[in-house]
Nanobody, 117 residues
């Protein structure tokens, strides 16, 4: 069955960096636009960054210039490089298809990112 496994989160101080990975099994990802999402306590899940099949990328304004999404179709892995992290980036991060263009794959467990001094 299709499974998404996110990893790479942790507790960091403001200004530090993290690299998240999402490994997909049970399907290929090369035919999908993919995205990273986050959900902070008490808030709805939001799309943070997306990447098309042609590797064009999109980021929300609040992370533009700090977050970079990339993909390795052969490894069925999607990455999110996060730099200059801020406390407001604290959330559980998930990957999935870019839901602006299709229905979701089964959600993984996510990876917790906590930015705190």
């Amino acid at each position: 069955q299709v499974q998404l496994v996110e990893s790479g989160g942790g507790l960091v101080q403001p200004g530090e960096s993290l690299r998240l990975s999402c490994v997909v099994s049970g399907t290929i990802i090369s035919i999908y636009a993919m995205g990273w999402y986050r959900q902070a306590p008490g808030k709805q899940r939001e799309l943070v960054a997306a990447i098309t099949t042609g590797a064009f990328t999109y980021e929300i304004d609040s992370v533009k210039g700090r977050f970079t999404i990339s993909r390795d179709n052969a490894k069925k892995t999607v990455y999110l490089e996060m730099k200059s992290l801020k406390p407001e980036d604290t959330a559980v991060y998930y990957c999935n298809k870019d839901l602006r263009y299709g229905s979701a794959l089964p959600w993984g467990q996510g990876t917790q990112v906590t930015v705190s001094s």
